[in-house]
């Protein structure tokens, strides 16, 4: 993960967060372009997000959700000012999925993932404070204009009964050599069907290794057993018509 260091008025933050970071080295450690992620090594070790206002609420929720289960970093302070969010979480040990240790040992990386995205799915539900992922996207789909009928085409029902990521790549796992660490980015997370993140697993293994070679080692580590071959289908067909 690439940091450079910066420069940055603090004052410029809210208060309840601008505590922690003072007298800190601040680096840019942006990979998006909705987003500023700043880097802070000071007495916090600690990653402060920045995007317009409204954006970060759900990636806050559901990290202290997750936290709980000790599947994410704790998430410290959020506030949301006249224009922005902002969004502190503490800095977990370990790089992400696409560091070259993990790159370089694409099997090992294909079954890894499969096996954590399990776990995640097997989380309990309870409490989660985002409870409909399916509905969400399928009205997304409905506003832009997409007409649903056609995904009766595949005999499945979606549902919502297991704790997504939402955003199920591999730049979203943290990981020391091969050893779990968290989920990170969790803005798109909530109860929804375990084929979407499914589909974005394999999705991601594809771009990230530039070949579906290892897609049967994903799936095989995730459990073939719950996976339905229609509704990952469905998922498919739904994904390329909003993305």
């Known amino acids: 993960m690439e940091r450079t260091e910066v420069s940055f008025d603090i004052e410029t933050i809210p208060l309840t967060i601008r505590q922690y970071i003072k007298g800190a080295t601040i680096y840019d450690s942006s990979c998006s372009e909705n987003a500023k992620t700043l880097f802070v090594s000071g007495e916090e070790r600690a990653f402060l997000k920045i995007s317009k206002r409204g954006s970060l609420e759900r990636e806050y929720k559901m990290t202290k959700f997750l936290h709980k289960h000790n599947v994410a970093p704790?998430?410290?302070?959020?506030?949301?000012?006249l224009d922005y969010d902002y969004l502190f979480t503490e800095a977990v040990s370990g790089e992400n999925g696409t560091a070259v240790p993990h790159i370089e040992n694409p099997s090992k990386l294909a079954c890894v993932f499969g096996e954590y995205l399990k776990m995640l799915h097997s989380l309990p539900t309870e409490g989660c404070p985002y409870g409909n992922r399916t509905n969400e996207l399928l009205n997304e789909a409905h506003i832009k204009g997409i007409d649903l009928s056609i995904m009766n085409?595949?005999?499945?029902?979606?549902?919502?009964?297991?704790?997504?990521?939402?955003?199920?790549?591999?730049?979203?796992?943290?990981m020391d050599n091969f050893s779990f660490k968290g989920f990170i980015d969790l803005g798109y997370g909530g109860v929804g069907d375990r084929h979407y993140d499914i589909y974005w697993g394999i999705w991601t293994l594809n771009y990230n290794l530039k070949t579906d070679k290892y897609k049967d080692i994903f799936l095989d580590a995730y459990g073939r057993n719950?996976?339905?071959?229609?509704?990952?289908?469905?998922?498919?067909?739904?994904?390329?018509?909003t993305d």
């Open 153 to 174: 085409e595949y005999n499945y029902s979606a549902i919502d009964n297991v704790i997504i990521h939402g955003d199920y790549c591999l730049p979203n796992i943290l």
């Open 74 to 81: 704790n998430a410290i302070a959020y506030e949301s000012g």
């Open 226 to 241: 719950d996976i339905n071959d229609d509704g990952l289908n469905y998922f498919t067909k739904l994904i390329k018509l």
